[in-house]
């Protein structure tokens, strides 16, 4: 059986060469993931806070489920197309995420369940700071992973908005149309803004 040997100095360079070849590749990728999503969020927040604050109904908040649209689109895009090679980074990142949007789906469906119990309609105030959590997290382990310190805690921001939120909620507070469109504005910190540094970052990669 034939074994290769690599010195010490050899495998830190092979180590070296893999992650920062990864790294440049999930730029490119997650970058533009990150803007599909967080456009799509500002944009829906603009809409849902316009409509429930000129109509009273607070049932417009249903429109957020459009949410999920860019990941059933890319999903569907990039379901033929495997990639050569799978790094670790890679799937650690795409792990990340896919705990993240199961947290989404557990979570809709605990108050969905809770509230049928209780005969209690479903509330989407809930699901706003619990939604920015959810991405800040999701973010900010990106950022770890990639050692990027903007993505890292950029996401903060968001977090505080969350904070916010579910102490509003805790002191009886009414969930204003505002409370949408901070939503909205908070995804600046959670996907557009990492996802415009992650996309200049490829190109002066590519460049070099």
Request: hydrophobic fraction near 50%; aromatic fraction near 12%.
């Amino acid at each position: 059986m034939n074994s290769n040997n690599f010195s010490e100095k050899e495998s830190l360079e092979l180590i070296s060469q893999m992650l920062q070849q990864t790294k440049q590749s999930l730029e490119v990728g997650s970058g533009n993931q990150f803007l599909y999503h967080g456009y799509t969020a500002l944009v829906l927040s603009v809409v849902i806070s316009a409509l429930i604050h000129t109509t009273g109904n607070p049932a417009w908040a249903a429109l957020w489920f459009l949410m999920f649209l860019p990941s059933i689109l890319i999903h569907f895009k990039t379901a033929h197309q495997k990639p050569a090679v799978v790094t670790y980074m890679e799937k650690a990142i795409h792990n990340t995420w896919a705990v993240i949007g199961s947290l989404f789906g557990l979570t809709v469906a605990a108050l969905l369940l809770i509230g049928f119990l209780r005969g209690l309609i479903f509330d989407f105030g809930l699901m706003l700071p619990l939604s920015l959590i959810y991405c800040s997290i999701g973010t900010s382990i990106t950022g770890v992973i990639l050692k990027d310190r903007a993505l890292t805690y950029l996401p903060l921001v968001a977090f505080l908005v969350a904070v916010y939120m579910l102490v509003a909620l805790v002191a009886r507070q009414d969930i204003t149309p505002m409370w949408h469109l901070w939503f909205g504005l908070s995804f600046l910190f959670i996907m557009i803004i990492p996802g415009h540094l992650l996309n200049k970052k490829s190109e002066s990669c590519s460049k070099n």
